[in-house]
């Protein structure tokens, strides 16, 4: 099983709406990482929080991490029709050996002009 | 983009027959890793190295193997090909002690017939 769910697993909204996904996760992190990936490509790393942070922005992109509930939000404000992608969550298990970075199943966002 | 190449990116091949992806970085980074890509499972990691020689194992790593000659290429080898690995497969790299962002290559598409 994957260490990082995502949900929902398909969003679609409206150009200039907010769209907000959640991740979980099972074991203790070192960090959160928040990937994009639009269709076709590879993926291209948004942002990265660590366990001992609460909240981070970058641009319109805005993360939460709660550690005891494990689990992590993403916010893009003021979508835009490029904006539509997948996006996926990955984590840094604390004891992980060799740098593990586990990946969830993504949440697919639809903007719509 | 970082300096990550996959080679081929598109294949087809024959169920039974080995096959080998190549991954390719110019970055120097330590870490590299070898992801698979399916509908419904988001990324799921086959292998990954954390220097010359130094592999291990990821969730889905039956029917795969790794080696790691050189800093700059990391491959992944097929054994004997099957229906079931029919997938997108993505390589990746990152650097340091503890994991920070990853760059990704732009993906090799195998089909097995």
């Known amino acids: 099983s994957q260490q990082g769910e995502e949900d929902p697993q398909a969003l679609s909204i409206q150009e200039g709406e907010n769209a907000t996904m959640n991740c979980s996760y099972k074991t203790s992190i070192n960090n959160l990482q928040w990937y994009r990936q639009n269709s076709g490509r590879g993926l291209v790393h948004l942002i990265l ?60 966002v639809l903007v719509k002009p | 983009d970082a300096g990550i190449t996959q080679s081929p990116r598109h294949k087809v091949t024959e169920t039974g ?16 890793y070898w ?14 190295s954390y220097g010359v020689k130094d592999t291990d194992k990821g969730e ?5 193997s790794v080696s790691r000659s050189k800093t700059e290429d990391f491959l992944l080898t097929l054994e004997s090909a099957t229906s079931s690995q029919t997938s997108v497969y993505f390589c990746a790299i990152s650097e340091g002690t503890v994991i920070t962002e990853a760059f990704f290559g732009q993906g090799t598409r195998l089909t097995v017939v």
């Open chain 1, 49 to 108: 929080i660590r366990s001992n942070e609460r909240e981070k922005h970058s641009g319109r992109l805005r993360v939460t991490l709660d550690t005891s509930k494990k689990s992590s939000s993403l916010l893009i404000t003021a979508s835009r029709a490029a904006d539509t992608a997948s996006y996926f969550c990955a984590t840094a298990p604390i004891k992980a050996a060799g740098n593990k970075l586990t990946f969830g199943g993504g949440t697919r």
């Open chain 2, 35 to 48: 992801y698979r890509q399916d509908p419904g499972h988001g990324l799921r990691l086959i292998h990954y």
């Open chain 2, 17 to 32: 027959t080995p096959v080998t992806l190549r991954c390719h970085q110019t970055e120097n980074h330590r870490y590299m």
């Open chain 2, 60 to 64: 889905v790593s039956d029917g795969y």
